[in-house]
């Protein structure tokens, strides 16, 4: 059973940064697709990005340019660089893994950390 802990989320003024984090419970990266996806109150989940075991990236068009995913394998965490962030990005985000890579329906997941940013 892969566990998956969030932190960094916070409010953070629009045009602001906020750097999320993911750890790991066991070493998923070799394996495991990595990602994260977002949740806003009566809205739809949307993919944000992902990186698979190969360092591969994608990333949603609302956030290319502004978000970077990348990973640590050694400390066994995901990492969510978000730049200019804008009202629009306010969501729980959550951390997520899966043998694939999805978008919002991945077989783990953490239990979110907000992020909230104002204008």
């Known amino acids: 059973q892969v566990q998956l802990v969030e932190s960094g989320g916070g409010s953070v003024q629009a045009g602001g940064s906020l750097r999320l984090s993911c750890a790991a419970s066991?070493?998923?990266?070799?394996?495991?697709?990595m990602g994260w996806f977002r949740q806003a109150p009566g809205k739809e989940g949307e993919g944000v990005a992902t990186?698979?075991?190969?360092?591969?990236?994608r990333y949603a068009d609302s956030v290319k340019g502004r978000f970077t995913i990348s990973k640590d394998d050694a400390k066994n965490t995901l990492y969510l660089q978000m730049n200019s962030l804008k009202p629009e990005d306010t969501a729980m985000y959550y951390c997520?893994?899966?043998?694939?890579?999805?978008?919002?329906?991945?077989?783990?997941r953490g239990q979110g950390t907000q992020v909230t940013v104002y204008s």
């Open positions: 997520a893994a899966d043998r694939v890579c999805r978008s919002t329906f991945w077989f783990y």
């Open positions: 066991e070493y998923t990266y070799s394996s495991y697709c």
């Open positions: 990186i698979d075991k190969n360092g591969l990236t």
